[in-house]
């Protein structure tokens, strides 16, 4: 049927024998005949020229019996692609036309026009149907009588593809007047329209680094915000947590559950970095309560010395973590804006942190100690909680949180031994303008600063962007050293 | 009685001429002659520069077991610079003070070699620097085995404009905010206007230094692209930065059929753990491919797979890849002991002047050869697509060598300058 469909049309075509000539352009014509005989063989419409055609795209023909290995560059694979693209929207599965369809909409050769009207005839899918006829009108504005031009950059405008916006400025630009104004009006719907795919991509990347900055300032919250342990080492625990991930990601490697491992690596990232921290606590920062200068410098040369032996284990270049499948890609949200897959589980998991610490802290025994703590330890230890093991808790707790982070950065960024580094002025930088001593102060500094970043980038690039903010940080601390939300109450001053 | 004195005597003498040989400087150590390495083996450049310093470690185990450069075995001194430019030239001293090396193959950053160039010019000794670069300089005490602006960055450009490129009319120059990128892009900016691109068809973006987050670039880079004809992005993104640059292009979908992205420091080395698959045709530019089908690429490939298993050597024992730099540093090794034993000296001035002229069949198939003024190496340049397995499949070459022009035409007052070092300022009196 759908075979008998394009005879139809293409009536010169000759019967069910694909062009020898075209195959053997494909194999050994330049870059230019190789177009035009994609174009031939495409007309030909027949299955036989599509695995011809899909051959080559993988860069392969076969001449006489033998296979040639050709070179397929971008603008044969686009040809190649849209050619394919075109025999697919009359295939009577759904799901191949949608896929055509969408294929298309990027942007097809005028040649395809005919195919394209043919389908579009018979389609009656309603979310195919309009795909089309916007790839149609892509096509028509550009050639053709002027009725049919003007009413194919009407049509344009009801769309909300990047593509059109670059076909409408340009005829935008045309010598008709009418056509002009025509495209004019269209272009300004459509840039409407992107505008608020802009906006609310500009917004999603904020949020998206205010989930981050939030995870990786998270832990600090609880070591520094609550205890007051100025832990220089705390980059270092995300950067252990990081490499936790790597390693569960080896051992699963060789399994066939390659994309569960996070699953894994969530947890074994908590333990391992909770546990270093908790050696940590007992070893080093139990003696130096009261002492912030001597804490910050044995946590630095804690740090120091956590860098080098995972240099020393796992060498000084970074190594790879690679997603499981489900967290490569992204989904269309919005007119022209695609979210990664990785970076909406980010925001996800760090929310459900976030929750969790807020039921631990408020709903569980340990909590009512860790907050009794830090409000007042002598009342606290009079009424006969246990200050000693609190504080380890608490800050087994803070580590294990900087690991939970240390996962989710490798999914996104580079895992090396100074991975840490990069983020340990970030997080304090939160924790100080969130205010010391709560919780939701650094949920609010986390996605203002993430917000501030990413505005600042698009404005003023990324370099500025860096330098702004911080300047912004160090007068604010000037104006309001107690940060964003201040702690109320006898203890603050302790 | 007469026989003892002899003995004595032959002994004193013996002992005396030692002393005396000593004195006289390494040649006189007779078996061995040191080499510095100064690559970052820690730190953001860590991930393109540790195969560099394999990659020499290599050639010396190599020339070794043929018997070493004029009969002395080499013995190779690494330190590591960990990608802190002031460093490097803490580094460079020591290696050339303390070491005694007779020459140093290093740097991948051109911030890292204008760090140490004071160094080795004052303590006059050898830099061999292996990777591409913006021009801009030529010193007595360097050779650069990379290419030259014209070498890479505007065939590239040239091919993007023209009808196979895709014909790109508008353009985003991309890079790390460094002078590499900023000089690079200085040139590209007055060719582009050369061949009548309007200033509003250009936007240049920087990044610092390790950067992560490259949401927001490619949301502009997307925009820009859809306001007006075909654009291309021009990246001079270096180091770590490019995992999550490419990461965050596959994931937001940017085909390179609609807008292309051409590197310039992005070869199969970066891209290992990056999943190729959606970033399929995205282009680099270079003076080799991997991919590159040639006898004298097939050898080299092999050895290096070799020498990384016996070696052990971290990724590459199960996965050997190959790039540009290494293919670069292992010529100017070679070049080098070819002119050590043309000069039959290591002394800097003999040597520097047996390296002019010098050839050697380099892996990407043709036959490199040292410039006979200006340092720099006539080099093929090769236009690669990205392919689903991380390989590049070469889609533009140039018909042969093209000589290194370091002095970019494109640049204001480069006219006037002269195409070979200029002599030392106690020379000329």
């Known amino acids: 049927m759908r075979i008998l469909l394009i005879l139809l049309f293409f009536a010169a075509a000759p019967v069910l024998a694909i062009d020898k000539g075209a195959v053997e352009k494909l194999a050994s014509g330049d870059n230019d005949e190789k177009i035009v005989a994609i174009a031939a063989l495409l007309a030909e419409g027949d299955p036989e020229a599509a695995a011809v055609l899909a051959k080559f795209a993988e860069g392969e023909v076969v ?108 005829a935008a630009t045309d010598a008709d007047e009418d056509i002009r104004i025509a495209a004019q009006k269209s272009l300004r719907e459509v840039q409407g329209k992107l505008a608020w795919g802009e906006r609310a991509g500009l917004l999603f990347a904020g949020i998206s680094l205010g989930s981050i900055l939030l995870l990786a300032a998270l832990g600090l919250a609880i070591t520094y915000g609550l205890m007051g342990v100025i832990n220089m080492a705390h980059g270092e625990l995300i950067m252990i947590g990081a490499y936790t991930t790597y390693v569960v990601q080896v051992l699963f490697r060789k399994t066939n559950y390659f994309d569960w491992y996070l699953l894994v690596a969530i947890p074994a990232s908590f333990v391992v970095a909770a546990a270093v921290g908790m050696i940590l606590e007992r070893v080093v920062i139990r003696w130096l309560y009261g002492r912030p200068l001597e804490t910050l410098l044995a946590t630095w040369g804690i ?7 995972v240099r020393t284990i796992f060498g000084a270049a970074n190594v790879q973590v690679e997603n499981p499948a489900f967290m490569s890609g992204g989904f269309q949200a919005f007119a022209g804006v695609v979210l990664p897959w990785s970076r909406v589980v980010i925001i996800v998991f760090a929310a459900l942190v976030l929750f969790s610490i807020y039921l631990l802290l408020t709903k569980t025994r340990l909590g009512l100690f860790v907050r009794g703590v830090t409000q007042n330890r002598e009342m606290a230890a009079c009424v006969g909680v246990p200050t000693g093991s609190v504080d380890m808790w608490a800050f087994g707790l803070g580590s294990g949180i900087a690991g939970l ?80 939300f201040a702690v109320k109450g006898r203890a603050v001053e302790a | ?29 007779a078996k061995t002659v040191k080499v510095g390495v100064l690559h970052s083996l820690s730190g953001t450049m860590a991930i393109s520069e540790t195969v560099l310093k394999d ?87 360097v050779f650069y085995t990379g290419a030259a602006p014209n070498q890479q960055a505007i065939p590239a450009v040239e091919y993007l404009m023209s009808k196979d490129g895709g014909t790109a009319k508008r353009w985003v120059l991309l890079g790390t905010d ?36 490259y949401q927001t670039i490619i949301a502009k880079i997307k925009k820009f692209a859809s306001e007006g004809k075909k654009t291309a992005v021009v990246s001079t993104i270096n180091g770590d930065s490019n995992v ?68 052990n050597i971290a990724g590459h024992k199960d996965k050997p890849l190959t790039n540009d730099p290494m293919e670069a540093t292992y010529i100017g090794i070679y070049m080098w002991k070819q002119a050590v034993e043309k000069a039959k000296s290591f002394d800097v001035a003999k040597v520097s002047a047996a390296m ?65 070092p200029a002599l030392m300022a106690e020379n000329k009196k």
């Not at chain 1, 303008?433 to 609010?444: D, E, K, P």
């Not at chain 2, 009685?1 to 150590?29: C, E, P, Y």
């Not at chain 2, 640059?245 to 753990?273: C, H, I, M, W």
Request: proline share 4%; glycine share 8%.
């Open chain 2, 244 to 311: 999550p640059f490419y990461k965050e292009l596959g994931n937001q979908g940017l085909k390179a059929t609609d807008v292309p992205v051409v590197a310039f420091s992005v070869g199969e080395e970066e891209l290992r753990g990056v999943d190729t698959k959606p970033l399929v045709g995205h282009l680099a530019a270079w003076n080799y491919f991997m991919s590159i089908k040639a006898p004298a690429n097939d050898a080299f490939t092999k050895k290096w797979a070799a020498y990384a298993k016996a070696k």
């Open chain 2, 178 to 213: 460094y002078v590499y990128p900023r000089t690079t892009n200085k040139i590209l900016r007055a060719f582009l206007k050369s061949k009548g691109v309007a200033d509003a068809d250009i936007v240049e973006e920087y990044t610092p230094f390790g950067h992560s987050d």
């Open chain 2, 55 to 141: 990659t020499v470690l290599m050639a010396i185990d190599e020339i070794n077991a043929k018997g070493g450069v004029m009969g002395m075995k080499i013995e190779p001194v690494v330190v590591d610079p960990a990608s802190n430019w002031p460093l490097f030239a803490e580094k460079a001293r020591q290696l050339i003070t303390q070491d005694k090396v007779a020459v140093t193959f290093g740097c991948w950053t051109s911030v890292s070699r204008k760090s140490v160039l004071p160094v080795f010019e004052e303590l006059n000794s050898l830099l061999f620097y292996p990777v591409q670069y913006e021009g801009e300089e030529i010193s007595r005490n």
């Open chain 1, 303 to 309: 740090s120091l010395m956590l860098i080098q032996s």
């Open chain 1, 405 to 484: 982070a240390g996962c989710a950065l490798s999914q996104i960024g580079n895992v090396g031994p100074d991975l840490g580094q990069g983020y340990i002025v970030d997080s304090f930088m939160v924790v100080v303008f969130g205010g010391v001593g709560q919780l939701a102060g650094t949920v609010y500094a986390a996605l203002t600063l993430g917000f501030a970043n990413k505005f600042l980038e698009a404005m003023s690039g990324a370099v500025i962007a860096k330098i702004v903010v911080l300047v912004f940080i160090i007068f604010f601390i000037q104006r309001r050293p107690q940060g964003l």
């Open chain 1, 63 to 170: 001449v006489e019996g033998k296979v040639v290995e050709v070179v397929v560059n971008n603008r044969l694979r686009s040809a190649v692609t849209d050619a394919l693209a075109a025999l697919g929207l009359l295939s009577p599965e759904r799901a191949t036309r949608l896929e055509a369809a969408k294929a298309l909409a990027g942007g097809a050769d005028a040649v395809m026009l005919p195919l394209v009207k043919k389908a579009l005839e018979k389609e009656t899918d309603a979310d195919i149907k309009p795909l089309l006829e916007l790839t149609a009108a892509s096509m028509e504005m550009k050639g053709g009588d002027k009725a049919t031009r003007i009413a194919a950059i009407q049509r344009l405008g009801t769309s909300n593809s990047p593509n059109s916006r670059t076909l409408l400025s340009e």
């Open chain 2, 356 to 420: 002019g002229g010098q050839t050697f069949t380099a892996p990407s198939g043709i036959t490199s050869t040292m410039d006979a003024k200006n340092h720099h190496l006539h080099k093929a340049v090769f236009i690669g697509e990205i392919k689903a397995d991380g390989q590049f499949n070469v889609v533009w070459k140039t018909k042969g060598p093209v000589k290194a022009a370091p002095w970019s035409p494109f640049i204001a007052g480069n006219d006037k300058k002269k195409d070979e």
């Open chain 2, 1 to 29: 009685m007469k026989r003892r004195n002899f003995v004595k005597q032959l002994a004193l003498s013996a002992a005396i001429a030692a002393i005396g040989l000593g004195s006289t400087g390494i040649l006189a150590q």
